[in-house]
């Protein structure tokens, strides 16, 4: 009890480059999820509509990509592909990072832990446009035909842009996910909040006083995700209808 | 990839990964008893008459969804521990994981707890069975029948998700921690995360499998 409420646990928190050191590191977490958000959401399009094609032989193929990646474990995917990365592709991306990138993300870490979630999250991104696409109703698609529209201009004008509302908790949901996924990272020595955190607390860097309590330090990190989430959580509501099951219940990252 | 040598960690090091693969398999199903006794509470705590008691299963809910599993990890394994509360690697990641899936499967719950409807509590009050008994004997038997394919996917899940464990500092010999000590002994980073993959899959075929036998012999259809 004394450890959890005790003052003198809580002395840390007034330093404020502990707090900064804590969110520098965030938003290293929040940059990364926004690249691997943004690089996932363009190219699972292609990928789902691949997997829609009337050529059996390409939506197979699509199809098993998709089902491999959704299949294995995130940490997987990004462990191997931050191991299986050769030092040199490492070192090149280290030296050519565009020259507007801040000091953090010049790590060959974040690139290839935005590489691996984009791997991962561009098949669960895929599928959630292969839903959405299926639910437009039949009709839209029977009286695209009928005016006469090619496939390819039906998709673009009338069955997207209609599957794109209904669809956007469920994607908004997957960049919840991927916004928790983004700790993944810590284990390849990125300097992001997890990382931060342990530093933080293992050692005393900026305050002179006892040593940081643990729990609260790793209470505070979980509760800046927690407040990221919510937000986004909240956003996805205002975009769901009455008719609408709340969607993110099913889903589970 | 090379070839040969894929074939050479089945016969070098094979029982080492099945060793690996028992753990996760532990793992997951201590997490999951303990995640469905947490979203059967939570479930009850979300349906409850008086607010106060909703706000309580809403906000854990709430948290838990939105929290990374790793820094859930590190809270309770490094934090509690500095505490002064001594438990252990394996402890830690059944809690850690649990709490985070009992979040998910409390909502599934709630969502067959909806679909069951108010005609069942007003029966079984009017059958004079007490509080604890509708929601034990009545409602959450259906409930949990009626939600055993989304329940599949949250044990699909929490099979994924153990592999965080394995990543983590926590020393817990499950099949992601055997796949890195492997290779970091070995180089062989295709051949090792490839042998994992698949006892990944293995994993969720078999989940796949059972839930969809649970399905056809016990599914209530609304």
């Known amino acids: 009890m004394d450890y959890l409420f005790g003052p003198e646990n809580y002395r840390w928190l007034l330093d404020v480059s502990n707090l900064r050191f804590l969110i520098q590191g965030f938003g290293i977490n929040v940059a990364t999820a926004a690249m691997a958000a943004v690089l996932s959401l363009i190219l699972a399009l292609p990928l789902a509509l691949l997997r829609l094609q009337r050529n059996r032989v390409v939506a197979r193929i699509a199809g098993t990509w998709i089902d491999v990646w959704r299949n294995l474990p995130t940490a997987l995917v990004v462990l191997y592909v931050a191991l299986a990365t050769p030092s040199a592709v490492q070192e090149a991306v280290e030296q050519y990072a565009p020259g507007w990138f801040p000091e953090p993300m010049r790590s060959s870490g974040v690139i290839v832990g935005v590489v691996g979630l984009t791997l991962y999250y561009s098949a669960l991104i895929a599928e959630v446009y292969r839903a959405g696409i299926n639910a437009v109703p039949v009709g839209q698609v029977q009286a695209a035909t009928a005016l006469g529209l090619p496939r390819r201009d039906a998709l673009r004008f009338v069955i997207v842009p209609q599957g794109v509302r209904a669809m956007t908790p469920a994607l908004i949901s997957q960049v919840i996910s991927l916004v928790k996924n983004t700790t993944l990272i810590s284990i390849i020595a990125v300097p992001e909040a997890l990382r931060h955190a342990q530093i933080l607390a293992n050692s005393n860097f900026f305050s002179t006083g006892p040593q940081v309590p643990l729990l609260h330090v790793f209470v505070l990190t979980g509760l800046l995700f927690i407040a990221l989430n919510i937000v986004l959580s909240r956003v996805s509501r205002s975009f769901e209808t009455h008719s609408h099951v709340r969607s993110r219940s099913m889903s589970f990252a | ?222």
């Open chain 2, 1 to 222: 990839m090379n070839l040969p040598e894929f074939w050479s960690i089945l016969t070098d090091d094979g029982d080492a990964l099945l060793r690996g693969l028992q753990w996760t398999l532990a793992l997951v199903v201590a997490a999951f008893a303990l995640a469905m006794v947490i979203g059967a509470v939570i479930c009850v705590l979300r349906c409850h008459a008086r607010p106060g008691v909703r706000a309580i299963g809403t906000g854990y809910v709430e948290v838990f969804r939105n929290v990374p599993l790793l820094v859930l990890i590190f809270a309770i394994y490094l934090g509690l521990r500095h505490s002064g509360l001594a438990i252990g690697s394996f402890a830690a990641a059944v809690a850690s994981l649990g709490m985070y899936s009992g979040a998910y499967i409390a909502e599934a719950l709630r969502s067959g707890v909806i679909a069951v409807g108010a005609a069942q509590f007003e029966a079984a009050d009017a059958l004079g069975l007490s509080r604890s008994m509708v929601w034990a004997e009545v409602v959450l038997p259906q409930a949990a029948r009626l939600v055993i394919a989304p329940l599949g996917n949250l044990l699909i899940g929490m099979i994924k998700n153990s592999a965080i464990v394995g990543t983590s500092i926590l020393a817990v010999p499950d099949l992601m921690n055997q796949a890195r000590q492997l290779q970091s002994q070995t180089f062989l980073t295709t051949e090792t995360f490839l042998w994992a993959a698949i006892g990944y899959l293995l994993l969720t075929a078999v989940a796949t499998s059972g839930a969809n036998w649970l399905s056809r012999r016990f599914a209530l259809v609304r």
